[in-house]
Antibody
Framework: QVTLKESGPALVKPTQTLTLTCTFS??????????VSWIRQPPGKALEWLAR???????FYSTSLKTRLTISKDTSKNQVVLTLTNMAPLDTATYYC????????????WGQGTMVTVSS | SSELTQDPAVSVALGQTVRITCQGD??????ASWYQQKPGQAPVLVIY???NRPSGIPDRFSGSGSGNTASLTITGAQAEDEADYYC???????????FGTGTKVTVL
């Protein structure tokens, strides 16, 4: 059974750096063609893709956020970490991680999401 | 353009058919995927590669598309299909992804 779960702070202050961890099971990020993405959704708004990391450590970022985002993986721990610097109230959202197998090129399994509020 | 545009809301009578559309230039190059999201829940993949249905997704969900438009059709809509639906594809660069603006489906 494939599962993903996001973890991180529920509240961050403006200008702080957000660090989120996606811990997954049921697949390996060292398997050729396997990838994990982060997606966020502000309250009442649409989904927004943020970043993707691949089995070979290739990384891709949203054009609008690439200067603030970093994605990394720890294959031995089955974890993917996302950092977003200089947080602002507009970054308030539910943050999801999702598996993106090459064979589907779609987000086939999602974590439950973690709500992050940016407020002083 | 890397935007995917959807109608904000559609309604369908119970048991009838509804089609949700998604428009964007990147759909001329890349396949669409579709996600169902119910309130307070994570999205669920219902269609990938324009027409493929993951295991466990009812066959009343089908995908199609041509040119710059992708479509999700629900044939014989059920009460449990009431949800927000989002399309998704690569953006025009091919290296990144973009989501549609979302369509709220109401089953009457």
């Amino acid at each position: 059974q494939v599962t993903l779960k996001e973890s991180g702070p529920a509240l961050v202050k403006p200008t702080q750096t957000l660090t989120l961890t996606c811990t997954f099971s049921g697949f390996s990020l060292s398997t050729t063609g396997m990838r994990v993405s982060w997606i966020r959704q502000p309250p009442g708004k649409a989904l927004e893709w943020l970043a993707r990391i691949d089995w070979d450590d290739d990384k891709f970022y949203s054009t609008s956020l690439k200067t603030r985002l970093t994605i990394s993986k720890d294959t031995s721990k089955n974890q993917v970490v996302l950092t977003l610097t200089n947080m602002a109230p507009l970054d308030t959202a539910t943050y999801y991680c999702a598996r993106v197998p090459y064979t589907k090129d779609a987000f086939d399994i999602w974590g439950q999401g973690t709500m992050v509020t940016v407020s002083s | 353009s890397s935007e995917l545009t959807q109608d904000p809301a559609v309604s369908v009578a119970l048991g009838q058919t509804v089609r949700i559309t998604c428009q964007g230039d990147s759909l001329r190059l890349y396949y669409a995927s579709w996600y169902q999201q119910k309130p307070g829940q994570a999205p669920v993949l219902v269609i990938y590669g324009k027409i493929n249905r993951p295991s466990g997704i009812p066959d009343r969900f089908s995908g199609s598309g041509s040119g710059n438009t992708a479509s999700l059709t629900i044939t014989g809509a059920q009460a449990e299909d009431e949800a927000d639906y989002y399309c998704n594809s690569r953006d025009s660069s091919g290296d990144r992804y973009v989501f549609g603006t979302g369509t709220k489906v109401t089953v009457l």
